[in-house]
């Protein structure tokens, strides 16, 4: 059984940091591309969920929305089955759930339907 488990999220004040990690367990880790997506408040259908950064199964890729540009930076660690994304310079708009997700990714990194895989979520809270 695939399971991704995210953790790391908080409330911080506007301009803090925080770093969420996932934690992947049932599958060949190092064959699948890795994303993190974000779902504000008040939307909650799927389809609303916005990427925010995905890193591919070696590393060696990495796309990100334009909104975290030069703020948030994705690692991942194939040797622990972990992925982190490092968030600098939190603004109230980051406000979320943020998930986790694997898949093994043959279009484009940034969308939702790519991923197979799902973390039940991590709830980040920046205020002003």
């Known amino acids: 059984q695939v399971q991704l488990v995210e953790s790391g999220g908080g409330s911080v004040q506007a301009g803090g940091s925080l770093r969420l990690s996932c934690a992947a367990s049932g599958l060949s880790f190092s064959r699948y591309a890795l994303a993190w997506f974000r779902q504000a408040p008040g939307k909650e259908r799927e389809k609303e969920r916005e990427f925010v950064y995905s890193i591919s199964w070696n590393g060696g890729h990495t796309h990100y929305a334009d909104s975290v540009q030069g703020r948030f930076t994705i690692s991942r660690d194939n040797a622990k089955n972990t992925v982190n994304l490092h968030m600098n310079s939190l603004k109230p708009e980051d406000t979320a759930v943020y998930y986790c997700?694997?898949?093994?990714?043959?279009?484009?990194?940034?969308?939702?339907?790519?991923?197979?895989?799902w973390g039940q979520g991590t709830q980040v809270t920046v205020s002003s």
């Open positions: 997700a694997a898949g093994v990714v043959t279009g484009p990194p940034d969308e939702a339907h790519g991923y197979e895989y």
